[in-house]
């Protein structure tokens, strides 16, 4: 049987690259993207889409009926700093929007559904080095304890209804494809458009803060890999912990300036999303995904800083 792929949230910093990708593997008929927003020119371009609310059932359900998805990924979320500024909304949204998924993917016989998790789900007291897979998790933002909750649900829907639910607690990711969508690591894509357009770049982050961090090519290619698993080696049904590099702004700015030499950086002080970045790991221990479906990261920082800069470049108009 062909597989109908359905994602949802395709818009954003994930679901641009993600289905793009799918539709190379799968075919683009095969992969329907769909999102709130109007879509961008790359899926407007490259195969079908759908306007979707995850907070309207009937709608999702409409859609669920049309297409039959065998499979289906759900993108749509408030990430942390909006959330932040909108805490009901990145609730409703965040959680809400999943079981409306959960539901529709248990009617209709979904084979598989991929959920992204994050780092937000962890907390203060939990173990900032190699944070590993099972610990103390005591989220302080609305984002972290909605992908929290929704870990719960996942395993849960799993453990009761048979569902194949698939997830990864996504690290900080970096794209110059499309633009970030509001968190807290996004400096890490910002530094590059600045340091290309005016030579310099005030972080919101302190100078020492180390966050896991990975290359959105990285993150593709572990969503694609786990999705792709056999079932039998899916051993993490809540979200497995995934770890691509950890660095700080002035590592980054480092090697920016290694390429231009002109380059500065300066920071910003008493910055919001500064107080959501020391709650948050340094670096994740992913053995279980290494040992489960043998996840690799292919990217270190020079090769993420080479590749941002050669693509920005090319791309950006300065």
């Known amino acids: 049987m062909s597989e109908k792929i359905f994602v949802i949230g395709a818009n954003g910093q994930i679901g641009t690259e993600l289905v793009l990708a799918l539709r190379g593997i799968y075919g683009a008929e095969q992969v329907i993207a769909s999102d709130i927003n109007n879509p961008n020119e790359a899926l407007r371009n490259s195969g079908p889409f759908e306007f979707a609310n995850v907070l309207d059932k009937e709608n999702l359900h409409a859609l ?3 297409h039959q998805p065998t499979q289906v ?7 942390s700093a909006v959330g932040e500024q909108k805490p009901k909304l990145a609730w409703d949204l965040n959680m809400n929007g999943l079981i409306h998924v959960l539901d529709l993917a248990v009617e209709f016989k979904v084979a598989k559904v991929f959920w992204p998790s994050s780092i937000a789900v962890f907390g203060p007291h939990s173990p900032r080095q190699n944070t590993p897979q099972y610990c103390v998790m005591d989220p302080n933002t609305v984002y972290g304890f909605s992908k929290l909750a929704g870990e719960r649900w996942c395993e849960y829907y799993h453990a009761k209804y048979g569902l194949d639910v698939r997830s990864i607690r996504y690290p900080g990711l970096i794209s110059w494809k499309a633009a970030p969508g509001g968190g807290t690591t996004d400096y890490a894509i910002h530094i590059f458009h600045e340091a290309l357009k005016t030579g310099t770049y005030q972080s919101f982050l302190s100078a020492d803060t180390r966050l896991p961090m990975m290359y959105m090519d990285d993150a593709i290619r572990a969503t694609i890999s786990l999705m792709d698993a056999p079932t ?9 912990n995934l770890a691509g590099m950890s ?3 002035t590592e980054l700015a480092e090697q920016i300036k290694q390429r231009l030499p002109d380059f500065t950086i300066t920071y910003a002080d008493n910055d919001p999303r500064q107080a959501i970045a020391n709650s948050w790991p340094q670096s994740i221990d992913d053995s279980q995904a290494q040992t489960d479906w043998k996840w690799q990261p292919e990217y270190d920082l020079n090769a993420l800083t080479d590749t941002m800069l050669k693509n920005l470049q090319n791309t950006l108009v300065l």
């Open 247 to 249: 660095f700080t702004p």
């Open 64 to 66: 669920f009926q049309k």
């Open 73 to 79: 990924y759900l993108l749509a979320a408030i990430l």
């Open 232 to 240: 039998e080696q899916i051993s993490i049904r809540s979200s497995y």
